[in-house]
């Protein structure tokens, strides 16, 4: 019983990891197992989001503030280095005069960063398949491989 | 007096920087550029001081060591750091080389295979390709390198597409191939996220110092390690991970091909290099199980499985792409053994792969440009019809097969030494015996155009037709590049060597 | 005949600058606080996308022209890279900021404005041309499945 309940706790303290993992896992299901084209960008759309879920929870310290200095009398140098440094968060709360505790604002700016690589990824594949769809006329895998068939075989008939 | 007082000292102080940006800014412009040939000639100078100022960087660093470059002044452990060391400064001036011989050929290749409406952003994606492989070779910063594996992508998939005017197949291909590399890449971004948890940074070499003191850390490592090796293989195309490249290289326009097999495998082995033996370090028990029982499992495995399907392809260019996965395979077996020879041997051939299979894959190019040929039966009487076009054929592949005097040699034989000298003799067996493929699917194209007559068109025997200038130019440039490693290959070896020092230490 | 669509018609029209403006609210908020250039510019672009979808992709093309777009996207690139190379014209590393002022502080204050307005400018202008680009493409390709399915 007491096993049973310390890791139920631990499961829901780590509920974010939980939910990280069961969207990998569907993403990634979904690229492989699906023979639309869409359908698969949408798997690998939800297999991206899965990541910036996963890092926004590493930068979570827990009882954290949202890293902004709001402070007029912190001068803009000190402010300009705190706010600029990963470990602002760590400096605030061991050596800071205001004993704030900061969360890690470095893992939101990466995963902005990874966000406009998804858009763009999202986007190319979308316009790939719009092209895709012009020239074969339909997005289902298995009819355009069919379609390519005779086409790669033509060395051998000849 | 030394070569390296030619360079100024501000490109040898922000030539870092140079080498990234100023393919982004140029492919910016490039975008709106109207007028291909302006488009070109961008694109050309951009290049081409691209080659210098890594050229300039690397002589810097054989004499004066590493040199660390922060970005916006601020320095590494906060800020993003650009460093070039022995590892990457030779894989700096590949890839800008290899982009100018690209540009030199794209000019009349584009003209035959690109739309007109799509030949100026062309070039932008070219250069775009070309600063994300240099930024992410130049980076010392962990996510940088992701943003930049990206940045390279991302353009790679629409230049891959742009094949669709000549074979609608690009298409599927391109995307099969953003839907591997983006996992790929997810991968890889996964696995930087755990290394930033168990380390606390994203400088590769602060990541290197933690684990050293945390010998080898946690779990969170370990799954990270894995997470990378799996990201990166995707993106190298390691044997079972290969499945994107046969397509890629087959449909796509063929200075992207030839760009691509000659940089951007070659760039993510180099990020392989650099996170087993740099930031992750052999000794660890993990990293050492999987570089034995892995790396070199699969990279054997692909080498006797990809030299077997480039026997039976009809498709040339599919032939060369299961090729290059084989070479891909000596490599990660070079890379496997993990003593400093066979290390050294892994990227000499890495180099001497990209200048081989870049000839190649130039010289296919130039057959389809005059003959539209694509299939290897179409090889017939080639010899009589482009003579020097073939003559480069020939010699990379020779090069390509291990033949004495060319650069494949040097490294098939430099790898094979060093397997030796770790006890690995089954090692040497396979080498020997997928060279022995290799003559086989090489020497069925060479029997063919050597010793068949060229084919008759209405009753007339097909007539001499030679490649244009721009094309011969920079085929026997390679071709050249390859006889010189092979007859005196000082400075390519000793650069193999000062890699593998500066990772693995002296030793043997 | 009666405008069906009258009600979206008026409201967006009264929310389009509002959202524009807010897009500006987030960008001149982005040195210092939460917001930046891909906030703002994203919100600019949804501005522009609404009008578009409510609107028609014609009118729009009118009123932002593919051409502009393309030389935004360009501009603010130029503009994110000019900084950088303006930084290194005054001695500075490559986007190194505080070389523009003689309090760094404050040089690195006009920096990262004038990074976050290429920014804006390119995010902006790049989600406004996806927009085109999937919006202006003529459904011009019959569907296989129904192809197969009537005959």
Request: charged content about 10%; aromatic content about 12%.
């Amino acid at each position: 019983m007491s096993v049973f309940m310390m890791q139920s706790t631990t499961l829901f303290s780590q509920f974010n990891y939980i939910a990280v993992i069961i969207l990998m896992m569907v993403g990634l299901y979904v690229v492989f197992a699906s023979r639309n084209l869409i359908k698969k960008l949408v798997g690998l759309s939800v297999f991206q989001t899965s990541v910036f879920l996963l890092y926004i929870t590493i930068s979570k310290v827990s009882g954290g503030q949202p890293p902004i200095l709001v402070e007029d009398h912190v001068s803009s140098d000190e402010a300009l280095a705190a706010a600029a440094t990963q470990a602002a968060s760590i400096e605030a709360a061991h050596g800071g005069a205001h004993h704030v505790v900061y969360s890690n604002p470095l893992p939101h700016v990466l995963i902005l960063t990874a966000i406009v690589v998804g858009v763009a990824t999202l986007a190319i594949g979308l316009s790939l398949v719009v092209r895709i769809r012009e020239a074969y006329g339909c997005i289902e895998e298995d009819r355009i491989e069919g379609f390519d068939f005779d086409y790669t075989l033509e060395g051998i008939s000849k | 007096m030394t070569m390296l007082d030619i360079f100024p000292n501000w490109l040898l102080a922000h030539g870092p920087a140079f080498l990234m940006a100023l393919p982004l800014l140029l492919a910016a412009i490039t975008a709106i550029l109207p007028n291909e040939k302006i488009a070109w000639f961008s694109s050309f100078a951009v290049t081409l001081i691209c080659t210098v100022t890594a050229f300039a960087l690397a002589l810097n660093n054989i004499q004066n060591g590493v040199s660390v470059y922060p970005l916006g002044g601020w320095d590494p452990p906060h800020g993003i750091a650009l460093v070039i060391d022995a590892l990457n400064a030779p894989i700096l001036v590949l890839i800008a080389f290899m982009a100018v011989i690209t540009i030199i050929y794209a000019l009349p290749a584009t003209i035959a295979e690109v739309e007109p409406k799509k030949r100026a952003p062309f070039y932008a994606a070219f250069l775009l390709c070309m600063a994300g492989l240099l930024g992410m070779v130049v980076t010392g910063d962990a996510f940088n390198v992701f943003v930049f594996l990206e940045v390279s992508s991302i353009a790679t998939y629409t230049l891959v597409a742009m094949g669709a005017s000549r074979d609608r197949r690009a298409l599927r291909a391109a995307y099969n191939y953003l839907i591997l590399g983006s996992i790929g890449a997810t991968f890889f971004v996964i696995g930087i996220g755990f290394l930033y948890m168990e380390t606390g940074t994203l400088n590769m070499a602060g990541m290197a110092r933690i684990l050293h003191d945390l010998e080898g850390g946690s779990r969170v490592a370990k799954v990270a390690f894995g997470f990378i090796i799996v990201g990166l293989g995707l993106k190298l195309a390691m044997f079972p991970l290969h499945m994107w490249l046969p397509g890629a290289y087959a449909y796509s326009p063929t200075p992207v091909t030839t760009f691509l097999s000659s940089t951007a495998t070659k760039a993510a082995l180099y990020l392989l290099l650099r996170f087993i033996f740099f930031v992750f370090d052999p000794d660890f028990e993990y990293v050492a199980s999987v570089l034995t029982y892995v790396l070199v499992t699969l990279g054997v495995v692909g080498m006797l499985f990809a030299s077997m399907q480039a026997i039976f392809q009809i498709d040339a260019r599919r032939m060369l792409a299961f090729s290059s996965i084989a070479q891909v395979g000596y490599m990660l077996l070079g890379i496997g053994i993990a003593t400093t020879a066979s290390v050294a041997a892994g990227y000499l051939h890495l180099i001497n792969h990209a200048i081989i299979k870049g000839g190649l894959f130039l010289a296919l190019g130039a057959m389809w440009y005059r003959f539209g040929i694509t299939r290897i039966s179409d090889f017939k009487g080639m010899a009589k019809m482009m003579p020097w076009t073939m003559g480069a054929f020939t010699i990379s592949g020779f090069s390509l097969i291990g033949v004495p005097f060319t650069a494949g040699f040097v490294s098939k034989y430099q790898l094979a030494t060093a397997a030796a000298g770790a006890g690995w003799w089954w090692a040497v067996g396979v080498i020997v015996v997928t060279s022995i493929l290799a003559i086989f699917y090489i020497g069925q194209a060479l029997l063919l155009a050597y010793f068949q007559d060229p084919p008759k068109i209405e009753g007339r025997t097909v007539a001499k037709n030679e490649a244009p200038l721009a094309m011969l130019v920079p085929m026997w440039m390679l071709v050249f590049a390859s006889i010189v490693i092979g007859m005196r290959g000082g400075v390519i070896v000793d650069a193999s060597w000062r890699a593998a020092i500066f990772l693995l230490g002296g030793g043997q | 005949m009666r405008d069906p669509h009258i009600l979206l018609r008026v409201v967006s029209k009264f929310l389009i600058p509002l959202i524009a403006l807010f897009a500006f609210y987030v960008q001149f908020h982005g040195d210092y606080g939460p917001g930046g250039g891909f906030q703002a510019g994203v919100i600019l672009a949804a501005s522009v996308i609404l009008y578009g979808l409510v609107f028609g992709i014609a009118a729009t093309k009118t009123a932002f022209p593919p051409s502009w777009i393309r030389i935004g996207m360009t501009l603010g690139v130029l503009l994110y890279g000019g900084t950088g190379v303006l930084s290194f014209l005054l001695g500075g590393e490559f986007l190194n900021y505080s070389v523009f002022s003689h309090n760094p502080s404050h040089g690195q204050h006009y920096g990262i404005l004038a990074v976050e307005l290429g920014v804006l400018c390119t995010v902006a202008s790049v989600m406004v041309a996806i927009f085109y680009a999937f919006g202006s493409r003529q459904p011009g390709v019959p569907n296989i499945e129904n192809a197969n399915e009537d005959g």
